[in-house]
């Protein structure tokens, strides 16, 4: 049982490259999210997906974008990364949405120089 | 005033205390409230769900205080293993749902 899997773990950028994390689930769940977490703060919410096909601009989604095309899969884009979005990158899916359990992957670190 | 709030800590405890977290929200409107677990640099885990009556599972319990805008989560006889980071997470439905996360406590138990 995968759970949630996320690729890259670890992953440094130069100022201005791009790349594009990749989130995996199993578990046949409608919703997906894209959160970063920063020192002392709270996840924040990147974008989200209530299914195949969908995205919703969370609470910070400038810088980054998203797509869905396949019920199991969920990417995350950087165009041009900067400084401010080093961080560490969880996707997380849920079955019934924001009242149910969240399983999170493993999480990407994120430095961009 | 930050919509979540959590006391950072760290809370450091002997093996079989009983320690108490309170995390404050400023929406009334919120209608949903978790607990997770996220150990060092892995991933958050639910914990539990905390319901308007109160929830208890083992050794842990949650309670709901609507009246006071604030969740809180009691763990008894704690455990070298429940060393971590407790998360609150304070859902709110109003034209789309808003999931809000605290920054996190810090609970350090020593032997």
């Known amino acids: 049982n995968a759970g949630v899997t996320q690729t890259p773990k670890f992953r440094v950028l130069k100022t201005g490259q791009s790349m594009t994390l990749l989130c995996a689930q199993d578990m046949n769940h409608e919703y997906m999210y894209w959160y970063r977490q920063d020192p002392g703060m709270g996840l924040r919410l990147i974008h989200y997906?209530?299914?195949?096909?969908?995205?919703a601009k969370g609470e910070v989604p400038d810088g980054y974008n998203v797509s869905r095309l396949k019920k199991q899969n969920f990417l995350l884009g950087l165009e041009s990364a900067a400084p401010s979005q080093t961080s560490v990158y969880f996707c997380?899916?849920?079955?019934?949405?924001?009242?149910?359990?969240?399983?999170f992957g493993q999480g990407t670190r994120l430095t961009v120089v | 005033r930050k919509e979540v709030e959590q006391d950072p800590g760290p809370f450091n405890v002997p093996e079989g205390a009983t320690v108490a977290f309170n995390c404050t929200y400023s929406?009334?409107?919120?209608?949903?409230f978790f607990w997770y677990r996220q150990d060092c640099r892995k991933e958050p885990k639910l914990l539990m769900s905390v319901y308007s009556s109160g929830n208890e599972d083992g050794r842990f319990t949650a309670q709901l205080n609507r009246a006071s805008q604030y969740i809180s989560l009691l763990i008894r006889d704690s455990k070298l293993s429940d060393s971590a980071t407790y998360l609150c997470v304070v859902n709110t439905h109003t034209g789309g749902f808003k999931t809000i996360f605290g920054a996190g406590t810090r609970l350090f138990v020593k032997a």
């Open positions: 929406n009334s409107a919120s209608q949903s």
């Open positions: 997906s209530v299914g195949e096909g969908t995205t």
């Open positions: 997380a899916s849920s079955y019934g949405g924001p009242n149910t359990e969240a399983f």
